[in-house]
C-alpha cells in the first residue's frame, strides 16, 4: 500500500525559498508507471495542482502556469522521494500543501500548512 | 482561482438524493475525464469517482457520478450524516497543460 510521508518547515519569510519533502512508502519514485504532484489549498485560490515529475525512461516535470517562473520539483532517488522548492513566496503562497501520486491522485499526503510571513 | 464552477452549498435530509454540478469547457472536461473527490474537515482530499463514473474499491455505491458535454455530475443517494464533506471535482485542461479543480461543494445533512 502506497503512502506518503511529508516534511519541511511550516513558516517561511518572504522572498525566500518554500521547500518540502515527500517521502514514498509502497512504490518507488522512479516507477515507469508512476507519477508525483504537488497540490496547494487556500481560501483565496482552492485548490490548485501546482505541478508533477515522473519518470519515463528519462525525468520529466510540468508545471502550472501560475507558478512556472518560481518552482521546481525534483526526484530524489536515494531516498525515494520527491521534493518542492517555491521560490520568491509572499503571503499569496500561504497554504495547505499536499502531495499526492498519479492523477487521478488516489493517494495523498497529510499536508502541511505553510505560512509565509515575516 | 479555479477553472471548474460548482455551486458552493447542496444540502438534503438523510436518504435524500443530493446532486452536484461541475461546470467546465470544451479544454477540460469536454475532452477529458472528471475525477470527484470528497474533503472531510481537516483531512487531505479523498479520491471518490475517478474517469467520470468509476468508483475506488471501498467507495459506496450511494455516490455516482456523469458527465456530459462539458459539465459533470456528483450524486449522493440516501443520503447520510457522515457524507457531510467539502466535495470537488477535477479534470486536465488541454489549455492550461495541467489538472484543474472545481471550486468546491459543501453538502450539508439537515
Known amino acids: 500500500q502506497v503512502q506518503l510521508q511529508q516534511s519541511g518547515p511550516g513558516l517561511v519569510k518572504p522572498s525566500q525559498t518554500l521547500s518540502l519533502t515527500c517521502a514514498i512508502s509502497?512504490?518507488?519514485?522512479?516507477?515507469?508507471?508512476?507519477?508525483w504532484n504537488w497540490i496547494r489549498q487556500s481560501p483565496s485560490r482552492g485548490l490548485e495542482w501546482l505541478g508533477r515529475t515522473y519518470y519515463r525512461s528519462k525525468w520529466y516535470s510540468d508545471y502550472a502556469v501560475s507558478v512556472k517562473s518560481r518552482i521546481s520539483i525534483n526526484p530524489d532517488t536515494s531516498r525515494n522521494q520527491f521534493s518542492l522548492q517555491l521560490n520568491s513566496v509572499t503571503p499569496d503562497d500561504t497554504a495547505v500543501y499536499y502531495c499526492?501520486?498519479?492523477?487521478?491522485?488516489?493517494?495523498w499526503g497529510q499536508g502541511t500548512m505553510v505560512t509565509v510571513s515575516s | 482561482q479555479s477553472v471548474l464552477t460548482q455551486p458552493p452549498s447542496a444540502s438534503g435530509t438523510p436518504g435524500q438524493r443530493v446532486t452536484i454540478s461541475c461546470s467546465g469547457s470544451?479544454?477540460?472536461?469536454?475532452?477529458?475525464?472528471v475525477n470527484w473527490y470528497q474533503q472531510l474537515p481537516g483531512t487531505a482530499p479523498k479520491l471518490l469517482i475517478y474517469?467520470?463514473?468509476q468508483r475506488p474499491s471501498g467507495v459506496p455505491d450511494r455516490f455516482s457520478g456523469s458527465k456530459s458535454g462539458t459539465s459533470a455530475s456528483l450524486a449522493i443517494s440516501g443520503l447520510q450524516s457522515e457524507d457531510e464533506a467539502d466535495y470537488y471535482c477535477a479534470a486536465w485542461d488541454d489549455s492550461l497543460n495541467g489538472y484543474v479543480f472545481g471550486t468546491g461543494t459543501k453538502v450539508t445533512v439537515l
Open positions: 474517469t467520470n463514473n
Open positions: 470544451s479544454s477540460n472536461i469536454g475532452s477529458n475525464t
Open positions: 499526492a501520486n498519479i492523477y487521478p491522485f488516489d493517494i
Open positions: 509502497g512504490d518507488s519514485v522512479s516507477s515507469n508507471i508512476a507519477g
